[in-house]
């Protein structure tokens, strides 16, 4: 474990605690961190402000630590493989994509088996929710029109595909609200650059977004699209299912997703 890992661990652990003084030596225990190492970590945090450290040696913290994608450790472990095992089952892509202000946001992405298809969305990437796609449906059909026409320009939606055309504020709203009946969306005549993607939403125990899993392929003919679909659907189901069952043994545990002491934001 790194020093970077071990000042996480810590901080992480003053957030669990809530509002009492926390003891160095009990982090240590805890934690199984030498004392000299708390002791470094929890000096290096009082002096840039962080932290009120006590003639005692009681820790209380000046922070919040969050994650404004609540994933924890083992929720992306368990994400990781199901991902890699779909990938190796099924010779298809398979992407985590969380929300991020008007984009959504590729947290991750497994390698597509054929070489010669290029998929330009790897990890970083961004892309607007304006263009309607299997993602962007399912996302805004959970926010409901009434939030989706307060903090969007309805003018700027557009269709997927080759022809990409953009869409009247009562279509936008129709296409949208197609969506919310259902887990599971696909562009099956792929997008501009011939990219198919087969898509379901993922949410947390108190149903809050969470984020998107998207199967991608080659937008090519297939033998038979209904059964072609079915699959999709039926590999996601299990995804969603194996992943919501995650999110409830955390949530069960206190110890990951919906919590917020873990984090990827730290306000001073």
């Not at 957030?15 to 002791?39: E, F, H, W, Y």
């Not at 969306?185 to 969470?210: P, Q």
Request: net charge neutral; with cysteine; proline share 3%.
């Amino acid at each position: 474990m790194g020093p970077s890992e071990r000042l996480l661990q810590v901080m992480e652990y003053l957030m669990a605690s809530g509002p009492d003084p926390v003891k160095q030596i009990d982090i240590s225990r805890d934690l199984g961190i030498s004392a000299a190492t708390v002791n470094r970590i929890v000096r290096t945090l009082a002096d840039r402000g962080y932290l009120f450290h006590t003639s005692e040696k009681y820790c209380i913290p000046n922070f919040r630590l969050i994650r404004n994608v609540p994933m924890s450790e083992s929720y992306l472990s368990v994400l990781s493989d199901l991902m890699n095992d779909i990938t190796a089952a099924h010779s298809v892509s398979v992407e985590a994509v969380v929300v991020t202000g008007f984009d959504l946001l590729w947290h991750s992405r497994t390698q597509l088996p054929d070489p010669s298809v290029a998929i330009r969305a790897a990890r970083g990437f961004r892309r607007s929710l304006y263009e309607l796609d299997a993602m962007s449906r399912l996302y805004l059909s959970r926010l409901g029109w009434d939030e989706v026409s307060y903090k969007y320009f309805t003018g700027g939606f557009f269709k997927t595909g080759l022809e990409m055309g953009s869409l009247a504020p009562s279509e936008a709203r129709r296409v949208i609200e197609e969506a919310v009946s259902d887990n599971f969306a696909m562009d099956f005549d792929g997008n501009h650059v011939g990219v198919r993607r087969f898509s379901t939403i993922i949410e947390d125990e108190r149903g809050k977004f969470l984020h998107l899993l998207s199967i991608a392929e080659a937008a090519v003919p297939v033998r038979d699209k209904d059964e072609h679909i079915a699959n999709a659907r039926r590999v996601l189901d299990k995804a969603r299912a194996t992943l919501t069952a995650q999110i409830k043994t955390e949530a069960a545990g206190s110890d990951g997703i919906g919590t917020d002491y873990a984090t990827l934001k730290l306000v001073k």
